[in-house]
């Protein structure tokens, strides 16, 4: 099971930024996928979430608005639009699969996002 998330870097307050995650080793179209990030010396917290179709996604307050999260079965791939972003959106991003697979949780390196004038 393998989550590679791309496309973070720096941008200034305002801009935008879109993450991509491949995803391989178990049945992706069958899980729910979400977007989850960690401040710098916070704990990790869970921003976007989509369903198997990509027909229903659910955001934290924090983001509801700005960030839009989608998903293309064909290819195994998660994104994760992201506007108007703050400074306090500033992160490490990963995806995962919502519920674990075969019983693990798996995690990928992340994507750094740093907003900053």
């Known amino acids: 099971v393998q989550f590679v998330e791309s496309g973070g870097g720096l941008v200034q307050p305002g801009g935008s930024l879109r993450l991509s995650c491949q995803v391989s080793?178990?049945?992706?179209?069958?899980?729910?996928m979400g977007w989850y990030r960690q401040p710098p010396g916070k704990e990790r917290e869970l921003v976007a979430t989509?369903?198997?179709?990509?027909?229903?996604?659910v955001y934290a307050d924090s983001v509801k608005g700005r960030f839009t999260i989608s998903r293309d079965n064909s290819k195994n791939m998660v994104y994760l639009q992201m506007n108007s972003l703050k400074p306090e959106d500033t992160a490490v991003y990963y995806c995962?699969?919502?519920?674990?697979?075969?019983?693990?949780?798996?995690w990928g390196k992340g994507t750094l996002v740093t907003v900053s004038s």
């Open positions: 995962n699969s919502i519920s674990t697979v075969g019983g693990r949780r798996y």
């Open positions: 080793g178990f049945t992706f179209r069958s899980y729910g």
């Open positions: 989509i369903n198997t179709a990509g027909g229903s996604t």
